[in-house]
């Protein structure tokens, strides 16, 4: 664990976890034009800039439909709404992922059925996802976490023999490919999330439903506004789930420098992958794998550490960002004692739920800070060791 190249990083040096100044000094002037068109028009809910935007992402995403939304979680939720997901209804989900895909589930009065992960990708293991279909499941729900898309298409297999719809919750992975294709697009319905420490961010929150069925699409629209086609006349129940045309507006700076940024992200964790090498600490460090046939956008970069939440602290007392993506996976989440299940149920993703640590990897990371971060980690094993 010895630190090659030393030198290149001052002990002052501090690395945040994300650095959102960094993206924004040199889009800043196409930013204020964006918002300042928004003001001017004092046109603040959906209108020319949503529908713009909408345009925009269904070309890069190659889909038919796409459905700007208040937030990925609402994106998750009226995507459900417009499938008819509601009490007596199974979806079949992963473990170990942001709170929203399971919370969505439940909020409609269906149950999530939680499944374990693949160790390497993080992501729903088809086989579990297989083994969890009965005769009530309503949905095949996978995540493409950190970036890298779920082996889809066994899981579509799951769906297509079960008979329902592939949803997939996309929030963290917009621009990622499986074979060749950009994932939201690859189920019946895809959802992104806005988020601004997302890879694509909104000044807020915001999000996108996507989908190739205009049956659904026409649905998830009219759910968008509460059930309404015409103002005030409402054929069924929807809520609130517009976006602001602020937030669509900067979102239409931010697309045309997507590819940029994830390329740069992807140079930064070969780098990473690279350092930790040199370092010798592939023994000790276990770093994301990238399957052969997917694009991974790396909204996050995740290793796995010994004794991470004591290597995390040392990270974190030397200015060093890092973050846990989850420690605890829904089956042992408390709002979910319900539904029965215990420790020990779901082995690979508690490990990754107690060894996983996320880095920073923003594009506009320098190859310096990287060095840094990997000297301090090196420093923080050996302590810990
Ligand atoms: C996997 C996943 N699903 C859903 C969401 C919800 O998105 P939002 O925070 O925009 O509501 C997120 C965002 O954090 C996410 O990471």
Redesign the pocket.
Known sequence: MSAPGSGQAAATTTVPMLDLQAQYRPIRDAVIDAVTRVCDSQRFIMGPEVDGMEREMAAYLGVAHAVGVS??????LLAMMALGIGPGDEVVTSTY??F??AGCVARLGATPVFVDIDPVTYNIDPAAAAAAVTPRTRAIMP?H?FGQSADLDPLLDVATRAGVPLIE?A??AFGATYKGRMVGGLGRVG?F???PS?NLGAFG???LVVTNDDTLAASLRRMRVHGADRQYYHQVIGGNFRLDALQAAVLRVKLPHLAGWTEARRRNAARYDGLFGDFGLTGHVTLPVTVADRYHIFNQYVVRVPKRDAVKALLESRQVGCAIYYPVPFHEQACFAYLGYRTGQFPRAEAAARETLALPIYGELAAEQQHHVVTVLADALSRTA
Do not use: E, I, P
């Not at 937030?71 to 998750?76: H, K, V």
């Open positions: 937030s990925g979680t609402d994106a998750l992922s942001f929203a895909t995540v976490l919750d929030a963290q959802c999330s806005f988020f997302k929150d915001g999000g």
